[in-house]
C-alpha cells in the first residue's frame, strides 16, 4: 500500500494564478480531510469528505474548493492564489468516525508571490 | 471555536531527561485524544486516548487521558536526540473530525 499520496511536493504560484492540488489514498477509507500548517502552528482543516460525493468546510475554508468523485481521491482547488495560502498542505484519511486516528501524505508546500 | 492548548509550545532537555507535554482540551462532542509526532514531514501517530485513567505506553512513550479535568500528558523517558520533534495532539470528534493544538516542539541535546 502506498497509503496517502499527495503532488506536487513543492509549488510556486503567482497571485491570482490557480492550481489544484492532488490527493490519493488507496486504504478505502471513507474519511479524507485537508489541512494547513503555517510555520509554528497547528494543523487547521480547510475541507473533509465523509465519503464520495460528500464534503463540507472546516475552520479555514475560504479560498478553496474540494470534490469528491472517488473514495480513492479528493482534489484541492485554489482559485485566485493570494500570499495567506502560503503554507504546507497536508491531506490525511482515517477509516471511519469511530476511529479518529488519521493517515497523512507527506505534504505539499505551497508558496504565492 | 473549538480549542485544544498544549503546553509549553517548546522545550530544551538534554539526552536522558525525562519531559512531560499538557494537553488541554474543550468536552463539546469528544470522541478520543491523540497524539502525533511530527519531524519537518508530515505527522505520524502515536496514542490515542478514549478512556480516564488508562495509560498507553510504547517503548519510552506513555500517554493518559484525564476525563473529568479533560486534559492528556505525553511522557516520554530517558529522552534521546531522535526524539526531537514538534508533538501534535488533537481531539477527535464523532464527526470524525479532528482538532489540533499547535504542538509543542521539543529538543533533545545531546
Known amino acids: 500500500n502506498a497509503g496517502v499520496t499527495q503532488t506536487p511536493k513543492f509549488r510556486i504560484l503567482k497571485i491570482g494564478q490557480s492550481m489544484t492540488l492532488q490527493c490519493t489514498q488507496d486504504?478505502?477509507?471513507?474519511?479524507m480531510y485537508w489541512y494547513r500548517q503555517d510555520p509554528g502552528m497547528g494543523l487547521k482543516l480547510i475541507y473533509y469528505?465523509?465519503?464520495?460525493?460528500?464534503?463540507d468546510k472546516g475552520e479555514v475554508p475560504n479560498g478553496y474548493n474540494v470534490s469528491r468523485s472517488t473514495t480513492e481521491d479528493f482534489p484541492l482547488r485554489l482559485e485566485l492564489a493570494a500570499p495567506s495560502q502560503t503554507s504546507v498542505y497536508f491531506c490525511?484519511?482515517?477509516?471511519?468516525?469511530?476511529?479518529?486516528?488519521?493517515?497523512f501524505g507527506p505534504g505539499t508546500r505551497l508558496t504565492v508571490l | 471555536e473549538d480549542k485544544v492548548v498544549q503546553s509549553p509550545l517548546s522545550l530544551v532537555v538534554h539526552e536522558g531527561d525525562t519531559v512531560t507535554l499538557n494537553c488541554s482540551y474543550e468536552?463539546?462532542?469528544?470522541?478520543?485524544l491523540l497524539w502525533y509526532k511530527q519531524e519537518k514531514k508530515a505527522p505520524t501517530f502515536l496514542f490515542m486516548l478514549?478512556?480516564?485513567?488508562i495509560e498507553k505506553k510504547s517503548g519510552r512513550l506513555s500517554s493518559i487521558l484525564d476525563k473529568k479535568e479533560l486534559f492528556s500528558i505525553l511522557n516520554i523517558t530517558a529522552t534521546q536526540t531522535g526524539d526531537s520533534a514538534v508533538y501534535l495532539c488533537?481531539?477527535?470528534?464523532?464527526?470524525?473530525?479532528?482538532?489540533f493544538g499547535d504542538g509543542t516542539t521539543l529538543t533533545v541535546k545531546p
Open positions: 490525511a484519511s482515517s477509516p471511519d468516525d469511530w476511529n479518529n486516528e488519521q493517515f
Open positions: 486504504m478505502n477509507h471513507n474519511y
Open positions: 469528505s465523509v465519503g464520495a460525493g460528500i464534503t
Open positions: 468536552v463539546t462532542n469528544f470522541r478520543s
Open positions: 478514549t478512556s480516564s485513567g
Open positions: 488533537a481531539k477527535g470528534t464523532n464527526a470524525g473530525k479532528s482538532t
